[in-house]
C-alpha cells in the first residue's frame, strides 16, 4: 500500500510543493512545528534512511541543503534544522525547521490545524528563494 507521501507525490493528494525533481520533492507539512517546516522525500518509497542508495541518499541531501538554503533566506532564523524521524510515516524523509532556539524543535508543538493561507504563504516564500 501507497505511504501518504507516495499519494503526495503521485498527486492523490494535495501537496505545497517547493521543489521537484525526477528523484526527490520537498513540500511543506501540513501540521508545521514552525512556519517554513518542509519535508524533502524521495520519489522512491523507501521506509528507512538506512537503506537509501547512496547516489539516492545524496541527492536527498543536496536537495535538502538547497532547500534549507531558501528556508534561511525566506524565513531568517538562527538555524535551519535537519532532522530524520520518520517514525510517523514509512517513507524516509528530511524535515527541515527554521529554528531559533533548540526548544522549538518539539514536534508535540506541531500545529495541526495550520491556516492553509499562512502555509500557501510560506511556500511562496520558499519557492522564491529557491527562485
Same mark, same amino acid.
Given at each position: ?53 547512496? =547516489?539516492?541518499? $545524496?541527492?536527498?541531501? @543536496? ?5 534549507? *538554503? !531558501?528556508? &534561511?533566506? #525566506? ?27 533548540? =526548544?522549538?524543535? $518539539?514536534?508535540?508543538? @506541531? ?5 492553509? *493561507? !499562512?502555509? &500557501?504563504? #510560506? ?9
Amino acid at each position: 500500500m501507497p505511504s501518504i507521501f507516495t499519494k503526495i507525490i503521485n498527486g492523490e493528494l494535495p501537496g505545497r510543493f517547493v521543489y521537484r525533481d525526477d528523484e526527490v520533492v520537498a513540500f511543506l507539512t501540513i501540521a508545521p512545528v514552525r512556519p517554513g517546516h518542509t519535508l524533502v522525500v524521495p520519489v522512491q518509497e523507501i521506509d528507512s534512511w538506512l537503506d537509501i542508495p547512496d =547516489s539516492l541518499r $545524496d541527492r536527498l541531501f @543536496a536537495v535538502s541543503q538547497r532547500v534549507g *538554503a !531558501a528556508i &534561511d533566506r #525566506a524565513f531568517r532564523p538562527q538555524k535551519v534544522a535537519v532532522l530524520l524521524l520518520g517514525l510517523e510515516v514509512p517513507h524516509a524523509h528530511v524535515h527541515l525547521l527554521p529554528i531559533d532556539s533548540e =526548544s522549538q524543535v $518539539d514536534f508535540s508543538k @506541531a500545529d495541526h490545524a495550520a491556516d492553509p *493561507a !499562512a502555509l &500557501d504563504e #510560506a511556500a511562496e516564500r520558499i519557492r522564491a528563494e529557491l527562485g
